[in-house]
């Protein structure tokens, strides 16, 4: 045997046989190891009290002068370090060395004659096993001292994780995932349904709709996202940010093992719903002041058209008059839809959506908007240095601040023959603000007045919320405070600058968009004549859906009509697979157009469909959670709108045919 390999192990040798202490001890030593011996339970005891003698293993006769090994080790043992020991008894003592296994002996040994050939593998193989169980008790240690330190930073970072399991429908969960859930859980490995259990009944469905999206997938890139309530079984309902990513895949591609990890974001969302609200207040309180002026122009619009169409009944067989007038009431019809578009952009209740907004476009909208409001005797003017002015930014957003400054411009002129100046340019930052405006640039918007002016100390307060210098009864003091708000949020600012008897000008500096300075136009496609399409159609409203028929038919469509949309729903139970196309109202009684797509969807998973809305935005951040092949029609829609978005959804494209064929 190798000397070198035991050099580093000491051993004690607890023995009362002189002779034997000394075979064992030369024995021991010969094969490399350091040993010591004593005769007696009061010498071991000293021994292995003394701190600067450490031993590996101890060598421990049974029968001893002053005791004997069953007494020492269970009175003595644990004070002394419980160091391991392997017990030697004489021929007949089995029992005993069994009792001894009990109470922690690594091993035994029967002092035969021959014992010595046993007693020496004896002592390497429990030294070795000593090892490893400290090195597996060293790993297990540093394994808890990083779960820990994993536990401690989940929480203060305040994530929870899951690793799940997909085949075995279980997960693992950290420490923080029970203290977010309110769950009281096991340790190991715990059932997805039991975590899945406590999401918000009103939630379950759209992540349900999530994850098995998800699973499903086979992109290697993709991730998951959801955010959701859970029910807190003391605190509640609590938002979540829920992320996953695949760590690893089946040889098909599917999702095997998954890593997910929830953020409590309850806080979060509640300032985000205080701020909604207070944006919500501030476009109700701006809408408030604007509505006469939206009805004035609004009835100018209907009288037109009912002016029209009473001249049109009077002389129907003149064809040249029939169609003039049909033309003026399209015209009138639009601009009844532009106003509700406005309306309907300026009060949107959605979250921020960002893009390549063209600030030019967006404050003549505006403009357009005030006009109708104004004084008659109050002239708007615009003054913009460039025809284009693109930014990263919410448009709705951006028209709301617009929209205010512009309105109270107009407050302010009011009782005179007031002059509002609309100007845009390009502008530089005055380094205080902290952005690159050398990489990227800035745009300003400047609204002023010819108004009595903004006394110096009002202006130190004038973007504090709820502050206002309106009478009671006109504003709320959310607009300035609400505008800045946005506008800081898009990183940019919002000053004022005015003089007592001079008016006052408002600036709203936003940066240039970062990566394009060309808004993306709506791409045009090649029409190509159409092949037949079967069409099933569904709107509660019998007027729009008898147009809505009559337009396709034309066009050349084979169409089924409903105006109940259970009814739709018995009957394409049988026949969904002979549609190529379903059009569905969204606001419906009994079942809204959404919720019968996601149906439709379940029994012909192919189908293309449309959603018509009233409200775009608001259906638009639900359009990814409806189904896949499903386009938004904006209501009101001309028969061109009907007919591109059928194209797009069919991925076909259709030749516009005229209706005076």
């Given at each position: 045997?190798n000397?070198?390999?035991?050099?580093?192990?000491?051993?004690l040798?607890?023995?009362?046989?002189?002779?034997?202490q000394h075979f064992?001890?030369?024995r021991m030593r010969?094969?490399?190891y350091?040993?010591m011996a004593?005769?007696s339970?009061?010498e071991?005891?000293k021994?292995?009290s003394?701190t600067?003698?450490?031993?590996?293993?101890v060598?421990l006769?049974?029968?001893?002068?002053?005791?004997?090994a069953?007494?020492?080790?269970?009175?003595?043992?644990?004070?002394?370090g419980?160091p391991?020991?392997i017990?030697?008894?004489g021929f007949g003592?089995?029992r005993?060395?069994?009792?001894l296994?009990?109470?922690?002996?690594?091993?035994?040994?029967?002092?035969e004659a021959?014992?010595?050939?046993?007693l020496r593998?004896?002592?390497?193989?429990t030294?070795?096993?000593?090892?490893q169980?400290?090195?597996l008790d060293?790993?297990q240690?540093?394994?808890?001292?990083s779960?820990?330190r994993?536990?401690?930073?989940l929480h203060t970072?305040?994530?929870?994780?899951w690793?799940i399991n997909?085949?075995?429908?279980?997960?693992?969960?950290?420490?923080?995932?029970?203290?977010?859930s309110?769950q009281?859980?096991?340790r190991?490995p715990i059932s997805?349904?039991?975590l899945?259990?406590?999401?918000h009944?009103?939630?379950r469905?759209y992540?349900?709709?999530?994850?098995?999206?998800?699973i499903?997938?086979?992109?290697?890139?993709r991730?998951?996202e959801?955010?959701?309530?859970i029910v807190?079984a003391?605190s509640?309902?609590?938002w979540?940010e829920?992320?996953?990513?695949?760590?690893?895949r089946e040889?098909?591609?599917?999702?095997?093992?998954?890593?997910?990890?929830?953020?409590?974001?309850t806080?979060?969302m509640?300032?985000?719903?205080m701020?909604?609200?207070?944006?919500r207040?501030?476009?109700m309180d701006?809408?408030?002041?604007l509505a006469?002026g939206?009805?004035h122009?609004?009835?100018n619009?209907?009288a037109?058209?009912?002016g029209?169409n009473e001249?049109?009944?009077r002389d129907?067989?003149?064809v040249?008059?029939v169609?003039s007038n049909?033309?003026h009431i399209?015209?009138?019809s639009?601009?009844?839809?532009e106003?509700?578009?406005?309306?309907?952009?300026?009060?949107?209740?959605?979250n921020p959506?960002?893009?390549k907004v063209?600030?030019v476009e967006?404050v003549n909208?505006?403009?357009?908007f005030i006009?109708?409001?104004v004084?008659?005797h109050?002239?708007?003017?615009t003054?913009?240095e460039?025809?284009?002015a693109?930014?990263?930014?919410?448009?709705?957003q951006?028209s709301?601040v617009?929209?205010n400054l512009l309105n109270n411009?107009a407050?302010?002129?009011k009782d005179?023959r007031g002059v509002?100046?609309v100007r845009i340019?390009?502008?530089?930052s005055?380094?205080?603000?902290?952005?690159?405006?050398?990489?990227?640039g800035?745009f300003?918007v400047e609204v002023?007045?010819?108004g009595?002016g903004?006394?110096?100390?009002?202006?130190?307060r004038?973007?504090?919320?709820?502050?206002s210098t309106k009478r009671?009864?006109?504003g709320?003091?959310?607009?300035l405070?609400t505008s800045?708000?946005?506008i800081?949020?898009?990183?940019?600012?919002m000053?004022v600058t005015s003089?007592?008897g001079h008016g006052?000008?408002f600036?709203?500096?936003?940066p240039?968009a970062?990566h394009s300075?060309v808004?993306k136009e709506?791409?045009k496609?090649?029409p190509?004549t159409?092949s037949?399409l079967?069409?099933l159609l569904?709107?509660d409203e019998?007027?729009?859906t008898?147009?809505?028929?009559?337009?396709?038919?034309?066009?050349?469509?084979e169409?089924?009509?409903?105006?109940?949309?259970?009814q739709?729903?018995?009957?394409?139970k049988s026949t969904?697979?002979e549609?190529?196309?379903?059009?569905?109202?969204?606001?419906?009684?009994?079942?809204?157009?959404?919720?019968?797509?996601?149906?439709l969807?379940?029994?012909?998973?192919?189908?293309?469909?449309v959603?018509?809305t009233?409200?775009m935005?608001?259906?638009?951040?639900?359009?990814t959670?409806?189904?896949p092949f499903t386009?938004?029609?904006?209501?009101?829609y001309s028969?061109e709108?009907?007919m591109e978005?059928?194209?797009e959804?069919t991925l076909?494209?259709?030749?516009?045919q005229?209706f005076?064929?």
């Amino acid at each position: 045997m190798n000397n070198t390999q035991h050099r580093e192990y000491r051993i004690l040798l607890i023995e009362d046989d002189f002779g034997l202490q000394h075979f064992i001890m030369r024995r021991m030593r010969a094969d490399g190891y350091q040993v010591m011996a004593v005769s007696s339970g009061a010498e071991a005891i000293k021994e292995l009290s003394d701190t600067q003698q450490e031993y590996d293993l101890v060598l421990l006769d049974y029968k001893l002068p002053d005791t004997n090994a069953e007494e020492l080790v269970t009175e003595h043992w644990a004070s002394l370090g419980s160091p391991p020991f392997i017990m030697l008894t004489g021929f007949g003592d089995e029992r005993v060395a069994v009792q001894l296994m009990k109470l922690g002996a690594e091993d035994y040994i029967i002092k035969e004659a021959d014992f010595i050939d046993y007693l020496r593998p004896a002592v390497e193989r429990t030294l070795r096993h000593i090892s490893q169980r400290d090195q597996l008790d060293e790993a297990q240690r540093q394994l808890k001292e990083s779960e820990e330190r994993l536990n401690l930073a989940l929480h203060t970072a305040g994530i929870a994780v899951w690793d799940i399991n997909l085949p075995e429908q279980h997960a693992y969960v950290c420490e923080r995932w029970r203290e977010i859930s309110g769950q009281s859980l096991p340790r190991g490995p715990i059932s997805l349904g039991l975590l899945h259990a406590v999401i918000h009944s009103e939630d379950r469905d759209y992540f349900q709709r999530r994850w098995s999206n998800f699973i499903r997938q086979t992109d290697s890139k993709r991730h998951f996202e959801a955010a959701f309530r859970i029910v807190h079984a003391e605190s509640g309902d609590r938002w979540i940010e829920n992320q996953g990513i695949v760590v690893l895949r089946e040889p098909d591609g599917r999702p095997r093992r998954i890593i997910c990890t929830f953020n409590d974001v309850t806080a979060k969302m509640r300032v985000r719903e205080m701020e909604d609200q207070l944006r919500r207040a501030q476009r109700m309180d701006t809408l408030g002041s604007l509505a006469g002026g939206i009805a004035h122009d609004f009835n100018n619009v209907l009288a037109a058209i009912i002016g029209y169409n009473e001249l049109t009944q009077r002389d129907p067989e003149n064809v040249e008059f029939v169609l003039s007038n049909a033309d003026h009431i399209s015209r009138a019809s639009q601009r009844a839809r532009e106003i509700i578009r406005q309306v309907l952009l300026f009060s949107r209740l959605t979250n921020p959506e960002i893009t390549k907004v063209d600030l030019v476009e967006v404050v003549n909208e505006s403009v357009d908007f005030i006009r109708a409001v104004v004084a008659e005797h109050t002239l708007i003017e615009t003054y913009y240095e460039l025809d284009k002015a693109v930014i990263d930014a919410d448009s709705g957003q951006i028209s709301q601040v617009i929209t205010n400054l512009l309105n109270n411009a107009a407050h302010a002129v009011k009782d005179v023959r007031g002059v509002i100046q609309v100007r845009i340019r390009e502008t530089v930052s005055d380094q205080r603000n902290g952005y690159d405006e050398d990489r990227y640039g800035f745009f300003c918007v400047e609204v002023q007045d010819n108004g009595s002016g903004i006394p110096l100390n009002i202006q130190e307060r004038i973007f504090e919320p709820f502050f206002s210098t309106k009478r009671k009864g006109e504003g709320t003091g959310l607009g300035l405070a609400t505008s800045q708000g946005i506008i800081g949020s898009h990183g940019g600012r919002m000053t004022v600058t005015s003089e007592v008897g001079h008016g006052a000008c408002f600036s709203v500096i936003l940066p240039k968009a970062r990566h394009s300075t060309v808004v993306k136009e709506k791409k045009k496609t090649t029409p190509v004549t159409p092949s037949a399409l079967r069409i099933l159609l569904v709107d509660d409203e019998i007027a729009l859906t008898e147009v809505t028929t009559q337009l396709l038919i034309l066009h050349g469509f084979e169409v089924d009509a409903y105006h109940d949309p259970v009814q739709a729903l018995e009957y394409c139970k049988s026949t969904c697979e002979e549609y190529d196309l379903a059009i569905c109202d969204y606001n419906m009684p009994h079942l809204n157009g959404d919720k019968l797509i996601s149906i439709l969807h379940e029994m012909h998973p192919q189908l293309p469909c449309v959603l018509v809305t009233g409200n775009m935005d608001q259906q638009q951040a639900k359009l990814t959670d409806i189904a896949p092949f499903t386009k938004l029609l904006r209501k009101p829609y001309s028969h061109e709108e009907l007919m591109e978005v059928i194209s797009e959804a069919t991925l076909t494209d259709f030749v516009s045919q005229e209706f005076a064929e």
